[in-house]
């Protein structure tokens, strides 16, 4: 069985920043693409940022690039999004998700194992 836990939302002020960590027991990580996901209220989980299994390749969800990082370690078992430069839009619960293999896709559906989930809060 897969086990993820999130950790590191929070509240912040708009233009800040947070570091959300996702670490993965039960299987071998490195076997495993890792992404998050958002959901806002009222809103659909949506897709931001997904890694490949060596952390090699990377995709992220338009609104996000060049404002988000993923990366991954491996060694530690934990997947990590850097958040810059917040805005109070980027306001939701953040998910980490895995698949197995090596199939970078933005569909939740094709994500097997969740998190529980950690809020982020950007105030104005």
């Known amino acids: 069985q897969v086990q993820l836990v999130e950790s590191g939302g929070g509240l912040v002020q708009a233009g800040g920043s947070l570091r959300l960590s996702c670490t993965v027991s039960?299987?071998?990580?490195?076997?495993?693409?890792t992404g998050w996901f958002r959901q806002a209220p009222g809103k659909e989980r949506e897709f931001v940022a997904g890694i490949n299994l060596d952390g090699g390749r990377t995709l992220y969800e338009d609104s996000v690039k060049g404002q988000f990082t993923i990366s991954r370690d491996n060694v530690k078992n934990t997947v990590y999004l850097q958040m810059n430069s917040l805005k109070p839009e980027d306001t939701a619960v953040y998910f980490c998700?895995?698949?197995?293999?090596?199939?970078?896709?933005?569909?939740?559906?094709?994500?097997?194992?969740w998190g529980q989930g950690t809020q982020v809060t950007v105030s104005s």
């Open positions: 039960g299987r071998i990580f490195s076997e495993y693409v």
């Open positions: 998700a895995t698949r197995f293999g090596d199939r970078l896709l933005s569909s939740a559906g094709a994500y097997g194992y």
